[in-house]
């Protein structure tokens, strides 16, 4: 099983719609997480970090479920330009080096 | 200015030349990586380095090598190119204190025939 799994998608929705992603850890020491966002082409950038409690920041929602192992993205009122791929990002304790999934796609269509 | 830079951003290079990417940093940070992301693969980790007397091999070092000359400067050598190191390399920098957060630059788009 790999570390960090996420569905690939693409998923593809109209503008105004709200949709979720969810990303799996098989590490159960795993400690921090994080959403990065990349846009074609260009280098990932830190979305947000995903704490215990769950976190928002605009239409944005993080959220992390340990007794699962996963953490999820939900993005509401979509626009065209959350069009991107959605990393996910899992550091475990014993280790210096963050884990980052493949990442999923976006399309938000008009 | 951007905060992490990486020359050149494009390079089309011919089986078995030697060819070095390098990045710069305006951070400060004293950890700084070097990734290749390829298409369906995601970001796979080549060389990491802690600070300048640390450098470590990632997942995938084989066919690398790298220096770092300074705190602000990491580079990334391809001893003898092969096609199939033909990939988006991307370098990044992060700061311990601050969550792990990884600052990326631009990526060189690098291409070997």
């Known amino acids: 099983r790999k570390e960090v799994e996420q569905d690939p998608g693409p998923f593809n929705v109209p503008e105004g719609a709200t949709v979720a992603f969810n990303c799996t850890y098989s590490?159960?020491?795993?400690?921090?997480f994080f959403w990065y966002r990349q846009d074609c082409r260009k280098e990932p950038k830190l979305l947000m970090s995903?704490?215990?409690s769950g976190n928002e920041d605009g239409r944005f929602t993080a959220q992390l479920n340990r007794a699962s192992q996963y953490i999820s993205l939900l993005i509401r009122d979509s626009k065209l330009s959350d069009s991107a791929t959605y990393l996910c990002?899992?550091?475990?304790?014993?280790?210096?080096?963050?884990?980052f999934g493949r990442g999923t796609s976006l399309i938000v269509h008009p | 200015d951007a905060d992490v830079t990486q020359t050149p951003r494009n390079r089309i290079t011919k089986t078995g030349k030697r060819i070095m990417l390098e990045c710069s940093q305006t951070?400060?940070?004293?950890?700084m990586y070097w990734y290749r992301q390829d298409p369906g693969l995601g970001l796979r980790l080549i060389y990491y380095?802690?600070?300048?007397?640390?450098?470590n091999k990632g997942e995938i070092s084989d066919g690398y090598s790298v220096s770092r000359q300074a705190q602000a400067k990491f580079s990334l050598s391809l001893e003898s190119a092969i096609p199939n190191q033909t990939a988006l390399y991307f370098c990044?920098?992060?700061?311990?204190?601050?969550?792990?957060?990884?600052?990326f630059g631009p990526g060189t788009r690098l291409t070997v025939t």
């Open positions: 990044a920098t992060s700061d311990p204190t601050s969550s792990y957060e990884q600052y």
């Open positions: 590490n159960s020491a795993s400690q921090s």
């Open positions: 995903v704490y215990s």
């Open positions: 990002v899992v550091k475990s304790g014993g280790s210096y080096i963050p884990t």
């Open positions: 951070k400060g940070h004293d950890r």
């Open positions: 380095s802690f600070d300048v007397k640390d450098i």
